[in-house]
């Protein structure tokens, strides 16, 4: 059988505990001290932090985050390679996020870009999945039902676990949410998009 119009889906693990250690460090700074996130976070009702909105210079402020637009824009450039893509991503944005307890944050795709993707960088137990969607769901008028042990790519929903170190990319109009965790602990990750 042929496969046709795949989704791909980019997995590496950036196993460099002294990396993830200096990131964790710096997002739970910022979630302390940047008072224009965290009053951006809490009028949106985010449960925890996000520099979403209020700092676009990461990587100029902090060599950790300088060391990860490195890695990230490697990976990217190998992706694009998978996807027999001429150009060459440019990271064009990346923020951090410190999901408290049942925060979630509803399905989306990452507008004006060409590929999306996030860091794990701490995961405590109970953290919510990341759910990806198929894209072609909303033509299925009459789609039968997938049986709920149907392999991977033929399923129209997947849940991916956080683990840390874990560094997902994928296109940008694929639409995903984070789905409501039950942890105790800070869920502590950073986003981005390519342009
Ligand atoms: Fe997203």
């Known amino acids: 059988m ?20 200096a990131l964790a460090h710096s997002i ?20 925890g932090y996000t520099s979403y909105a209020s700092l676009d210079d990461l990587d100029r402020r902090d060599p950790a985050f300088a060391e ?38 509803s399905a989306h795709i990452h507008p004006h870009s060409i ?10 137990p109970g953290s919510g999945p990341i759910r990806f969607e198929d ?15 149907a392999p991977e790519e033929l399923r129209q929903f997947v849940d991916i676990t956080p683990e840390p170190g874990l560094l997902l990319l994928w296109e940008s109009w694929l639409r995903h949410e984070v789905r409501p965790g039950r942890a105790r602990g800070e869920r502590l990750g950073v986003s981005f998009n390519f342009a």
């Open 2 to 21: 042929k496969q046709l119009f795949v989704t791909p889906l980019f997995e590496a693990r950036l196993a460099d505990p002294a990396l993830l250690g």
């Open 28 to 47: 739970r700074t910022l979630a302390a001290d940047e008072s224009a996130g965290r009053r951006w976070s809490r009028d949106h009702g985010y449960k």
């Open 68 to 105: 990860l637009k490195r890695l990230l824009t490697r990976h990217a450039a190998e992706f694009a390679r998978s996807l027999a893509w001429s150009v060459r991503p440019r990271l064009d944005s990346l923020w951090v996020n410190l999901i408290k307890g049942d925060g979630h944050h």
């Open 115 to 124: 590929l999306s993707g996030t860091l794990y960088v701490e995961t405590p």
């Open 135 to 149: 894209p072609r769901l909303p033509m299925m008028m009459a789609a039968p039902q997938r049986a709920p042990d």
